[in-house]
T-cell receptor, first 113, second 110 residues
Framework: KAGVTQTPRYLIKTRGQQVTLSCSPI?????VSWYQQTPGQGLQFLFE???????NKGNFPGRFSGRQFSNSRSEMNVSTLELGDSALYLC????????????FGPGTRLTVT | GIQVEQSPPDLILQEGANSTLRCNFS?????LQWFHQNPWGQLINLFY???GTKQNGRLSATTVATERYSSLYISSSQTTDSGVYFC????????????FGQGTELSVKP
């Protein structure tokens, strides 16, 4: 069974631009969560989606948004990029909402210049 | 919110040595996982262990939920064990929101 996939793997953007990251969960997994990893703040929860609905949200500004499609694939969007948004963005999937083991994708490394 | 503390923050070992990594958390949890992050950033699942003890080869983990801690034990360490080890918990009644510790950076020397 294929693991969690994320695209693109690397991205360079300029301040003020917006970016969309994509995540495909493990087949049969219905819950998708997103995390941001930076050297200063570590790994922080962004949001969790299940059945195309946001179920949980972390402490991030409204510039960070996401959605989930009927096939459980998810996208996250960051608008008006800031230098501090440079980070590794990780997506995780699990079988059901809030239950069970979470499996992570390889991440998207975003650099904002 | 819940606090997750890992110790030690850094650890240097000679190949073949054993080590114990500790994770303390400040409130009740539904889920606890241990991960190893490889140099490319991928989080590799080691254990899903809300309670009890599990073993997988040279690695074993124990979680004592009533005492709010978990331990990861690595025996006969190898250079390939190097990297950052994370403990992450899902607080009670918070869906699938994983809260991560700051990690233990392990370096195994040949």
């Amino acid at each position: 069974k294929a693991g969690v996939t994320q695209t693109p793997r690397y991205l360079i953007k300029t301040r003020g631009q917006q970016v969309t990251l994509s995540c495909s969960p493990i087949s049969g997994h219905r819950s998708v969560s997103w995390y941001q990893q930076t050297p200063g703040q570590g790994l922080q929860f962004l949001f969790e989606y299940f059945s195309e609905t946001q179920r949980n949200k972390g402490n991030f500004p409204g510039r960070f948004s996401g959605r989930q499609f009927s096939n459980s694939r998810s996208e996250m969007n960051v608008s008006t990029l800031e230098l501090g948004d440079s980070a590794l963005y990780l997506c995780a999937s699990s079988l059901d909402e809030g239950l069970g083991e979470q499996y992570f994708g390889p991440g998207t490394r975003l650099t904002v210049t | 919110g819940i606090q997750v503390e890992q110790s030690p923050p850094d650890l240097i070992l000679q190949e073949g040595a054993n080590s114990t990594l500790r994770c303390n958390f400040s409130d009740s949890v539904n889920n606890l996982q241990w991960f190893h992050q490889n140099p490319w950033g991928q989080l590799i699942n080691l254990f899903y262990i809300p309670s009890g003890t599990k073993q997988n080869g040279r690695l074993s983990a124990t979680t004592v939920a009533t005492e709010r801690y978990s331990s990861l034990y690595i025996s006969s360490s190898q250079t390939t064990d190097s990297g950052v080890y994370f403990c992450a918990v899902v607080p009670y009644n918070q869906g699938g929101k994983l809260i991560f510790g700051q990690g233990t950076e392990l370096s195994v020397k040949p």
